[in-house]
């Protein structure tokens, strides 16, 4: 009887482990947070004075800032004011009187912007460059009900009071201000919706970061070395920003 009582015992535990094996494999494969996750990174480069009109797509094609194949993704725009180049790879720049910015989606943690961002200060070495903003924005996508990201950013990041009830619905966002030691860091958090064609709208959580360098106190030619260490080590103001965001958030 005891023989027969442990067999049927070893049996029942290894339908057990079985069915547990089929659970883990068959319901828990998807991640219960992420759905889908979209990085990009901007370099945004200050200066006193920028003239937008110079920079036409024939200039940074003429001076071998971007490659003379790459095609465009949409008509550019371009006044004293304003210039505005969109590339089919996802490269896009953008100048005003005080700024021009390089911006991508990274892919493998790769982007053709560091490269481009260098090429321009090296052909633009008179210009008086004030700072430099390294900035990551990254959207996160959240399963659940259309208001999940507002509830993760009133129940998880802010204190409960009376200023989450005032009103019918109450939108949510927070700023943190980090004091690094090579630049400070400004992260935002905002409840975001992605949507793709033909698919539903999902609820998502808006990251965006900006590592501010400040120039202003730096000679020429130490602004221009500085401007190439702070764009050549882009990766590491990335891995910061990965790490807040997945070990802190």
Request: with cysteine.
């Amino acid at each position: 009887m005891r023989q027969q009582w442990r067999v049927k015992l070893n049996i029942l535990l290894l339908l057990a482990r079985r069915e547990m094996e089929f659970i883990k494999r068959h319901l828990f494969r998807k991640s219960p947070t992420k759905i889908k996750d979209i990085q990009v990174l901007e370099i945004a480069i200050v200066a006193l004075k920028f003239n937008p009109s110079k920079l036409t797509v024939n200039y940074f094609q003429s001076q071998n800032i971007v490659p003379s194949q790459w095609q465009l993704n949409s008509q550019p725009i371009n006044s004293a004011n304003k210039s505005q180049i969109n590339f089919k790879n996802g490269v896009k720049i953008l100048a005003i009187p005080q700024e021009v910015t390089f911006s991508q989606n990274i892919s493998n943690n790769q982007s053709n912007v560091p490269e481009i961002a260098s090429k321009y200060v090296k052909n633009n070495s008179e210009i008086n460059y004030q700072k430099v903003n390294i900035m990551f924005k990254r959207v996160v996508s959240l399963p659940g009900s259309t208001d999940q990201a507002r509830k993760y950013i009133k129940e998880h990041l802010l204190v409960n009071g009376p200023w989450l009830e005032f009103g019918n619905s109450v939108g949510a966002g927070i700023n943190f201000f980090y004091e690094l030691e090579r630049c400070q860091l400004n992260l935002s958090i905002n409840e975001a919706t992605i949507k793709e064609q033909k698919k539903i709208s999902s609820p998502a959580l808006f990251f965006s970061s900006n590592f501010n360098y400040n120039l202003s106190n730096y000679c020429q030619y130490e602004k221009l070395l500085m401007l190439g260490k702070i764009i050549n080590n882009w990766q590491q103001d990335l891995t910061t920003f990965t790490e807040i965001v997945n070990q802190s958030f």
